[in-house]
């Protein structure tokens, strides 16, 4: 009863009619002065706490959840959006809304290895990673057909150095990739949604640094990935 009073913050005067409903319902046992969940307890809370920790992602940033459109991420990697814990938004000012924050460019300059995925495109991110890479980061990039286009129509001479190195890997995306960013390193996961309506797009992104959020980053990547046809070569235009 101690342990449950002290990390519940409560009284035994507050706690013991819950818990004589919980022992009532069978979903918690006691043994003598232990109080333990049953079988049927523990199946339930197995299924509630990815519940539990999706609400919390939601709440924390719920405007920016609620504006954004989710079709982008895989529908398993929904059902996992609470394992982005400890979001942070992070908007842009708006006399720099086409300068990369201040603290991805810190912590992109700290990372051993770089995934980026995105999805429209941005000279001063690219610009970063081609100086990154050639400093010999490992990096894999993944880019919609849009953006690659455009990057080695108007930047030809940048891409064929970067194809070059062996530390550096393009991926093509196949379809229409409808997450706007997605960066994941040894430090932390960036992810950019659209808005709903996309004409309006402000470059808002949710940042983490937790394990959990890296895990989902990671493999969420590698997801987009099998979707994905690798560039070896410049194309012949």
């Known amino acids: 009863m101690d342990e449950i009073r002290e990390a519940l913050d409560v009284t035994s ?13 069978s979903l918690v046992v006691q043994e003598d002065k232990n109080y333990k969940l049953s079988l049927i307890g523990k ?5 509630m706490q990815p519940l539990v920790s999706i609400v919390e992602v939601f709440e924390d940033n719920f405007d920016y959840w609620a504006e954004r459109n989710l079709q982008g991420i895989p529908p398993a990697f929904r059902k996992r959006l609470g394992e982005l814990r400890n979001c942070k938004l992070i908007q842009p000012d708006l006399d720099r809304m086409f300068e990369l924050d201040p603290e991805i460019v810190d912590n992109l300059s700290k990372s051993n290895r770089i995934f980026e995925c995105i999805a429209y495109f941005d000279p001063s991110l690219i610009s970063l990673c081609q100086e990154l890479a050639k400093g010999g980061v490992e990096f894999s990039f993944l880019m919609s057909e849009p953006v690659f286009q455009r990057y080695y129509q108007d930047y030809l001479e940048d891409f064929r150095s970067m194809l070059a190195l062996e530390n550096i890997r393009f991926f093509l995306y196949s379809g229409e990739l409808r997450i706007a960013n997605l960066t994941v390193t040894d430090r932390f996961v960036m992810i950019s949604l659209f808005p709903q309506n996309q004409k309006h797009f402000d470059r808002e992104s949710l940042i983490s640094y937790d394990p959990s959020a890296l895990k989902f980053g990671d493999e969420l990547f590698n997801e987009l990935l099998r979707n994905s046809t690798r560039i070896t070569q410049v194309p012949q235009k």
Not at 13 to 25: G, Y
């Open 13 to 25: 005067t507050a706690i013991l009619p819950q818990i004589k409903k919980l022992k009532e319902k």
């Open 43 to 47: 199946v339930l809370v197995e299924k």
